[in-house]
Each structure stands twice: as structure tokens, then as C-alpha cells.
């Protein structure tokens, strides 16, 4: 009978009990899977257990010549098939009461990477000499059959392993290749074992720490690194295990005694059970930000301190300026109101002048008391817009909803005789709604925008004054409108300043007015401006919040 070598091409570690599994399992015949040169049984088939009987643990593991002690030729015969890699078969008689009893062995070897690693062995047990005949030729018989079939099994495993083989080869080189990449980070990448050795060390972890790869290798990387914990430990760790990252910044020692601050995070690698087996550290080097935060806060805190001062300082100063005002206010009232009483009498005698004595004055006498009384009588005026001025900057302003129609019509009440003197020409158009204000400061206002519109008009022409309201943005705005002569845009923003006057020579006033209108619109939170053109007459307004 011609017997075929069985050869597996395998790694070391074959695992032979799950290859005496697949082929011996089932066997109708007990077989064993013998395993290295001292023939220790790596798997026995329940045929087998049977025959011995005894139990498949007290019989896996220990060396086949323990459980045949008196089979010594079955022993040379397992020594020369391992030796020389070829099938074998052996029958042995034994003496017992009521008849002899014969023994059939057939062995196969089993080839690992072109050496002998094991041993296939069938026992036989016949009570006759034709029985044995039978068995000798049903051995030999399976023996062939089993042969093939391990054969085949052994090139199915071969097939298996060499696509393992190259799997494990294909994530060789994709594991290169990642490795590879990682090299390329900025950032320094770590790898630590569950104790804190570290397993891997990219070039970013060499460039920023200054530690060549084989000087971290296997190091705890809290002692090579000295570091530094913003947080408790052990609240890391338990974040951690629970969430399996954590992210915050640690201080760090670098080889050349550099103090760093990094930014981590770090990911936690379990098993199939959910136990972890390694931590993977991704660290940026915020050193320089930490540093710019830390000048930068300073910046602020001085910058605060300085405001503070400054506030401080302003407050002063304008406490002191508000004072200042104050006195100058009630210096310039003073000056004001008594310089009146002086005015009035020269007024007085320069009326006396012009009415009782004028007989007894050459025409240039009267026409000199003429001028005495008319500057008397400006002098006066000005005098009594500038108290007027001085009482708004020292009158308390409190503001109320206002009916705007009803300052109106206080306005053109008070103004009726300057109306009439001009023949002027008033319209107004509504609607005109309640605003907040200080209604003595509003009707003050809207007296000297009214009492302006009067003053400023050709020569022997008549005025045309139009009062109307309109909302705007949320603001209640006003329009006192005239057909004056205008002015000009270049002269628009003097006419506030207090005493300016325009063509002064031409129109009576004081300069006072509009100083009055625009102190007064601010003191109520409001604005005020014009809109005008040279001969186009002009068009003012204020702004105030609706009530």
C-alpha cells in the first residue's frame, strides 16, 4: 500500500487540538494527535477515551509513553515514524484469558515547514486472529482514507494561514504607513501602556521635548516629562476610564529644562471587553499662548488700574469745571442784573432828554439822545437774554410728558404783538403730540425759533413762519421754517455760538438766542440742527422723545 506524506506549511504554534478536532472528532476508531519528539498527546478522540478508558483530562498533555507503559514496540515505532517522516503500521499480541487479544496501530506524520511536528496515531483492538485480519486490513484501509482526508485538511490550513500570512503582512504596512504619517504631525503624539510606558514616540514628540525615540521608549512618562497637573489626577483618570477621553493642558519639563504648557488629549484604547490596554496622547505646545494670555491679562489689569485712575482723575476735574461754571454762572448774573439798574436810568434820562428838553437841544443834541436810548434799550435786551441764559444753565430740568399744541399755543399767545408789528404769517400743521420735556425750557425754545423767523426778513417783506411735527426714528422732530434770506452753509455751524450774529448790523439781537435754543434742546436729551441755503430762507429743527 503506497501512504502519502501529510505536509502543513504553518507558523509556529500550530494549534493541534483544534486541528485533532476537525479530523479526529468524529472517528468511529480512537485516534490520538501526537505532538514534538517526546510524543505528548495533544488531543485524543472520545473512540479513544473509550478505549483507554479513562477521561480526555487526565490523558491530553502527558507523554504517550505514561498512558502505553508496556508497549514498547508501539513506542519504537512512533520514535522511527517521527524521525523519518513516514506512515507505519504495527500489531502486538496479547496473552489473556479466554483468548489472546491483538492490537493494531497505524501512524501518519505530520509535516510543519518541511519538519516532522507530530504524530497521527489509530489503535485497533481485535479478540481473534481474523478479527485482527479484519481490523489490520480496516486500518489500513481508514488509514488510507484518513490520510487523504488529512491531506486535504492540511491544505486547507495551508491555504488559511497563507491568507493570514498576508493579512498580517497587509497590516504590517498599513501600520508602517500610519506610523509614517504620524511623524509627518506637529503635534507630539504619544503611546502609553496602561502602567505609563511609553510604546510609541513620534518625531513631534521628539522635536518638541527634545528626547530621541529610543531614549523614551519603555519610559513612565509622567517621570520624563516632571509633569504637572492642573487638575487632581486621579479626577483625569476617573474621566478617563469613564468617558475614554479627556482634554485639558499639563505642564511639562523638556529635555533641555524648558517649562512648557501643552494642550492634551488624550483617548483611551480597550479590549473586545471593554478593559484598557493603552492611552493615545495628542499634545500641542501652547507655551507662547499661555504666555500672550498671561501678558495680555496683565496688559488689562494696568489697563484697568489706569482707567480707574483716569475716571477718577475726570471726575475730579469735572467737579472742579462744574464749580467753575457754576461761579461763572452766578458771576456773570450778578454782572448781568446789576449792570440793569444803571442802563434803565440812562435810558430814563435819555427819554427825559428827547421828550421834556427837546426844545432846548440842537438837532444833534436830540438825535444823540436818540442813540443814548436805543443802545440803552440794547444793552438791556442783551443783558436780559444772557440772565435768561444763565438761569437755563442753572435751572433744574426735570422732565413730563408735554402737549406740544399747547406750547404752541402759549408760544403764539405770547408772541401776538411782535405778530401783529409784522403783519406775519402763520401756519401750522399738526399732528403734534405729547413729548418729554421741561415745558419752561420748551416754551423758551420755541419762543426764541419763532421770535428768529420774525427778525430775519427782507426789507418791507413779511414773514412767513411754518411750525409742524413729524416723527423720526422714534423721535418726535419739530420744523420753525421762514422765508428769510437764508445762510449759507459755511456760516451754519457758528450761528449757535453764543453772542454771533449775522449781518448784526442789519437785524436787531442779541447773539443770545440761538444759544439758548440749543442749551436748552440738550438740557431736555434732545438735538437740534438747520437746514438752509443762501436766499432760500431756513428751516430749523429739534428732536425730542416722544412722552
Known amino acids: 500500500m503506497s501512504h502519502h506524506r501529510i505536509v502543513a506549511s504553518a507558523p509556529k504554534g500550530l494549534d493541534w487540538k483544534s486541528l485533532g478536532l476537525a479530523l479526529t472528532a468524529q472517528a468511529p476508531v480512537p485516534m490520538a494527535m501526537l505532538v514534538g519528539a517526546g510524543h505528548r498527546v495533544g488531543y485524543v478522540n472520545p473512540a479513544f477515551c473509550r478505549l483507554m478508558g479513562r477521561p480526555l483530562a487526565t490523558l491530553t498533555g502527558r507523554p504517550f509513553a505514561e498512558i502505553l507503559a508496556k508497549r514498547d514496540e508501539c513506542l519504537a515505532l512512533l520514535d522511527r515514524v517521527f524521525r523519518e517522516g513516514r506512515p507505519a503500521t504495527h500489531t502486538a499480541q496479547e496473552h489473556a484469558e479466554p483468548g489472546p487479544v491483538f492490537w493494531a496501530y497505524t501512524m501518519w506524520p505530520v509535516l510543519e515547514a518541511g519538519e516532522t511536528a507530530g504524530v497521527v496515531l489509530q489503535v485497533t483492538e481485535t479478540a481473534s486472529l481474523h478479527e485482527h485480519t479484519v481490523a489490520m486490513n480496516e486500518a489500513l484501509l481508514l488509514g488510507s482514507v484518513h490520510q487523504h482526508e488529512l491531506t486535504e485538511a492540511a491544505e486547507m490550513l495551508n491555504a488559511r494561514l497563507q491568507a493570514e500570512i498576508s493579512a498580517r503582512q497587509e497590516a504590517t504596512r498599513e501600520l508602517a504607513e500610519k506610523a509614517r504619517l504620524l511623524d509627518l504631525s506637529f503635534d507630539a503624539v504619544v503611546v502609553r501602556d496602561m502602567e505609563g510606558h511609553i510604546t510609541y514616540w513620534n518625531r513631534g514628540a521628539e522635536e518638541l521635548y527634545g528626547w530621541p525615540r529610543a531614549a523614551a521608549l519603555g519610559k513612565l512618562s509622567h517621570d520624563l516629562l516632571q509633569t504637572e497637573f492642573a487638575v487632581p489626577i486621579e479626577r483625569m483618570l476617573e474621566e478617563l476610564e469613564r468617558t475614554g477621553r479627556w482634554t485639558g493642558e499639563l505642564g511639562h519639563i523638556a529635555c533641555d529644562g524648558r ?24 499634545m500641542t505646545d501652547i507655551t507662547r499662548r499661555k504666555e500672550m494670555e498671561e501678558a495680555l491679562r496683565h496688559a488689562k489689569t494696568r489697563l484697568a488700574d489706569r482707567a480707574g485712575q483716569l475716571a477718577g482723575l475726570v471726575a475730579e476735574r469735572t467737579a472742579e469745571l462744574s464749580a467753575m461754571n457754576q461761579q461763572l454762572e452766578a458771576f456773570v448774573y450778578s454782572i448781568a442784573h446789576d449792570l440793569r439798574a444803571p442802563l434803565r436810568s440812562m435810558q430814563g434820562f435819555a427819554e427825559l432828554l428827547v421828550g421834556d428838553s427837546a426844545s432846548r437841544l440842537s438837532p444833534a443834541g436830540r438825535d444823540f439822545a436818540v442813540r443814548i436810548d436805543k443802545s440803552a434799550q440794547s444793552m438791556d435786551a442783551m443783558l436780559g437774554d444772557l440772565l435768561a441764559f444763565c438761569r437755563l444753565g442753572q435751572r433744574q430740568v426735570v422732565l413730563a410728558p408735554v402737549r406740544l399744541a399747547a406750547v404752541v399755543d402759549t408760544v403764539l399767545e405770547r408772541l401776538q404783538s411782535d405778530l401783529q408789528r409784522t403783519r406775519a404769517r402763520v401756519e401750522r400743521k399738526g399732528p403734534w403730540p405729547a413729548v ?34 413729524e416723527t423720526i426714528d422714534g423721535s418726535v422732530r419739530v420744523w420753525v421754517e421762514d422765508n428769510g434770506p437764508g445762510i449759507a452753509p459755511e456760516h451754519q455751524t457758528e450761528i449757535f455760538r453764543l453772542f454771533n450774529r449775522l449781518e448784526g448790523e442789519k437785524h436787531p439781537g442779541t447773539g443770545v438766542g440761538l444759544a439758548i435754543v440749543q442749551t436748552g434742546v440738550e438740557r431736555m436729551g434732545g438735538r437740534v440742527g438747520l437746514e438752509s441755503a443762501a436766499g432760500e430762507g431756513c428751516r430749523f429743527w429739534f428732536e425730542l422723545r416722544p412722552a
Open 259 to 282: 517649562r512648557l504648557t501643552v494642550l492634551v488629549r488624550k483617548t483611551l484604547d480597550r479590549d473586545s471587553a471593554g478593559k484598557g490596554i493603552a492611552v493615545l496622547e495628542y
Open 436 to 469: 418729554l420735556a421741561h415745558e419752561t425750557t420748551l416754551i423758551q425754545v420755541l419762543v426764541n425759533l419763532v421770535s428768529n423767523a420774525l427778525k430775519f426778513v427782507a426789507p418791507k417783506g413779511v414773514p412767513v413762519v411754518r411750525l409742524r411735527s
